[in-house]
Structure formats: structure tokens, C-alpha cells
């Protein structure tokens, strides 16, 4: 089967189901008419998605999720009996749509809060949710994101993209290069690491530094970063020139259908070196499209891969199935998943923010800086946030593909390992 083809092909599925799944709810079309955040027992939130943009391989399947969580909210007793009103809008991946999308949630849709997706489209809107006061809680989980002095009301249920980096870094110097009879020979000279990663893309740069500033701390040599597109369909000449430098390892920073492309020509150009992934390159998709050339391939999982055995997956799975039942089950993915922990995180604050008598930005937030080891289930580690610090867990998960399938290899708790530099990595 051409996979590539088939996730095209459910685009426009896609679009359309989220379309009337927001019909009168602000899914395209006329602006609504301004109305109170909570009246007739609605509280409106927005969400902001990629259906067609750069990182629409992952940014669908994220956004049906944000869907379906809603849907089964709204069914199981909403927000203290009130119901979520989801205007849900496709940006394209576009800074300057998120900017034009953002303001028409402040001002028409009147939202409460917003769901958002992208690190570039996030961190150029993170002075105006500042100013306003809005409880921005988005798929992007960049380090810059995480700081309360400079982004307080930015918040994510994930560890956040650094201590992802750094974390896997880690664990492949501690459980390869340390133990693997490949390095045998090498293990009294320096690891050799390189990163594949679109430049100009703040998702796919974000972890950088942190991730350079643990390769040197881990006494690795680095090598020149290799400038990959998020819509590569062709690496040739990046895994030539990283060919010459012999790394051990390679980061990659992009979406899935990149990574997938990169490491089917570093297989097929004999780079002969390992390969780290970032969460939102590691899904279910990577096998299917890369081939052999996924085999051992390691990254990270900041929730449990759609449809595993795991506390709270068989109300996900059935919510899929009931509410988007054209969409088949076995390309729905991990991204489905971070959705639901993002959206169900918001429902607990807005649920604590409204018994309290604050449904608002700041008794929103005041309510996600009061949870603390926060457990949703669905493989996700325990959430706790507080007025200084927004990283929501330190505990990063590292699987490693096997025969086509995803191994948990590591997991590694960065704040206690590095409980000296826990404090100074925040914010980067």
C-alpha cells in the first residue's frame, strides 16, 4: 500500500469531518455573532490546527482528536454540567492565519481558552495571550513555552521538546555507545553526533541548543547540522555531507514523512549511523513509510502509541470509532492521543476554575498551577505544574522500533538525574 497516498487521500476526509463537526460552532464560514464565554451553559473554546500545512501528517490526526475529546466531555458531564462550544480552525501552518485565527477567538468566538498546535505560530502569539490573559494550552512543547516570568499562560501536558532531547541523547550514550559491541573499539574516543532538521522552523529548532549543550556535557563532537525541509521528499545531498563527518548518531528534528525520507536515503547511502527521533517524527506512520530503514530506530513518546492496553486508550479508541467512523482505525496514530492529554488537562483546570467562581484566563491558570502529579492515564507521566515552573513532567520515555514495532528502552527521570541544572534549563 502507498501510505503517502492514502494520508492525502484523508485529507479532505478530514476537513470536511471537522468542518461539520463545527458547523455553528465556527468551522469555516461566516464569523458567529459575539456572545458571553458561558451562555446557556456553553463555555467556548478554540482550537487551532494544521490540515494542510507543513505538518499536516501529524496535524490531522492531532486535530480529530482535540474532536473526539470534546464530543466525549460534552457527553460525560462537560464542565459542572456545562457544555464546550469548539470553534476548531485549519491555519495551514501559517504564522500570520494563526494571528488573524487568534483574534477571532478573542473577539467573535469569545473563547475561555485555546487548543493550540504550532512552536512558530505559538511563540509569535505569546505576547498577546500574555496581555490577554488567555489560557493557551498547545501541541507545541517548546522549552521557551515553559517559563512563567516570560510565558504564563502557555501550558502543555508533555515534557517539553529540550529535556525530550536531551533525554534521548542520554539514553543512546548510556545504553548504545556505553554498552553495544559496535563501539567496542571506539568507546575510548568521542561519540560523533548530527542533527537533521529544518533551520528556519522553530518546531524543528527549539530542542537544538539543549540538545548541543548535552552532547557537549556528554563529551560527544559535533558535526555540522544538515538543513532538511519539513516537506523533504528527497535527503540525498544532506546524508552525503553528514557521510564525510561518520557520525554515530543522528537527530531528527521534523515531522514524520521527512524523518521517513531520511532515513530510507541514510539507508540507502550507507550512512551507518543510529537515528534519534523527536515525538512528532515518531508515530505509528514511520514503520510503514520507511521500511526496514526504521529498524532500531529510537525516539521519543510522550503518551502511549494509539490503541496500546494502557488506563483510559479503550475511551479514546471508542470515542475514534463513534465519532469519526469513516476514518479508518489503523491510521489513527500516537498524535491522537497527546490530543486527548492537552484536552483533558484544559476540562480539569476549567473544571476547578469554574466551581471556584473563576472561569477565566487567570483562574484557569491558577487552576493548572494547583495540580500536581495529575494522573490522565493514556501513558502520559504525572502532570504537576506550578507559578514558576511550566514543565509539566521532567520523566521522558525512549522507545526503540523492533520488528516494525515500538519498545519502551528507556525511561529517565531528567529532573532528578540532573537535579542541578534542572532550575537553570528552564525557559530553553
Known sequence: MNYRKVFFALTLVMVLALTVACAGGGGGGAAPTAAPAASKGEINVGSLNDLTGATSDVGKDYALGVQEAVKWINENGGINGKTIKLFQYDYGYRVPEAQTIYKRFRDFDKVVAVLGWGTGDT??????????????????????????????????????????????????????????????????????????????????????????????????????????????????????????????????????????TALKDAKALALGADHLVNT???????????????????????????????????TVVASAKKYNPNTPQDTRLIHTVKAWANTLVLREAMTRADKAGKLNGEGIRAAFEELKDFDIGLGVTPLTWSSSDHRATGQVRIYQIKGGKFNLLKQMDMKAKYASDWPKWIGY
Not at 225 to 254: R, Y
Not at 288 to 296: H, I, M, P, R, Y
Open 123 to 260: 511563540s509569535a502569539l505569546s505576547p498577546t495571550i500574555n496581555q490577554d490573559k488567555m489560557p493557551y494550552v498547545s501541541a507545541s512543547y517548546a522549552g521557551e513555552l515553559t517559563d512563567p516570568a516570560k510565558t504564563p499562560y502557555n501550558l502543555f501536558a508533555a515534557p517539553d521538546y529540550s529535556t525530550s532531547a536531551r533525554a534521548a541523547l542520554t539514553a543512546w550514550y548510556e545504553e548504545v555507545w556505553k554498552k553495544d559491541a559496535r563501539f567496542a573499539s571506539e568507546q575510548s574516543g568521542k561519540p560523533r553526533f548530527i542533527a537533521f532538521y529544518q533551520k528556519s522552523s522553530p518546531y524543528s529548532s527549539a530542542p537544538i541548543k539543549a540538545l548541543k549543550e548535552q552532547a557537549t556535557l556528554l563529551g560527544f563532537e559535533i558535526g555540522a547540522d544538515q538543513d532538511v525541509a519539513l516537506t523533504a521528499l528527497d535527503t540525498k545531498s544532506q546524508v552525503l555531507a553528514a557521510k564525510d563527518f561518520k557520525p554515530h548518531v543522528v537527530w531528527h528534528g521534523n515531522t514524520t514523512n521527512s524523518v521517513a
Open 280 to 314: 512528532y517524527g515518531y508515530d505509528e506512520n514511520l514503520p510503514k513509510l520507511a521500511g526496514d530503514a526504521a529498524e532500531g530506530v529510537m525516539g521519543i513518546a510522550v503518551a502511549a502509541f494509539y490503541g496500546e492496553n494502557i488506563k483510559f486508550m479503550d
